[in-house]
Nanobody, 125 residues
Framework: QVQLVESGGGLVQAGGSLRLSCAAS????????MGWFRQAPGKEREFVAC????????NYKDSVKGRLTISRDNAKNTVYLQMNSLKPEDTAVYYC??????????????????WGQGTQVTVSS
């Protein structure tokens, strides 16, 4: 069973950047499709991005394409989310997820296998 710990959240002005990290332990990292979800106040959790086991392919929510970039380092058991040109509507708790069976081709459903505890991202206008 894999454990996920996110870091890197914080407060940033609109147009700014943040990089989230997610360190995985307790499993073979390269066996998992990795991804990020987010949940804004009063809203349901939504898929943001995912990356294949090798890191060779990615998938994004339409509204973040061109601004957010997911990457992974299998040697460091870590997945990243580089967030540029941030907007107030990006404000949410961001969760790292790991999926053992599915593929990243069409994103990851909320019923995925493992979740981190979340990290808060707040974008001020």
């Amino acid at each position: 069973q894999v454990q996920l710990v996110e870091s890197g959240g914080g407060l940033v002005q609109a147009g700014g950047s943040l990089r989230l990290s997610c360190a995985a332990s307790g499993g073979t990292f390269s066996r998992y499709v990795m991804g990020w979800f987010r949940q804004a106040p009063g809203k349901e959790r939504e898929f943001v991005a995912c990356i294949s086991r090798s890191g060779g392919s990615t998938n994004y929510k339409d509204s973040v394409k061109g601004r957010l970039t997911i990457s992974r380092d299998n040697a460091k058991n870590t997945v990243y989310l580089q967030m540029n040109s941030l907007k107030p509507e990006d404000t949410a708790v961001y969760y790292c997820v790991a999926d053992e069976e599915r593929y990243c081709t069409s994103g990851i459903p909320v019923e995925t296998d493992y979740w981190g505890q979340g990290t808060q991202v707040t974008v001020s206008s």
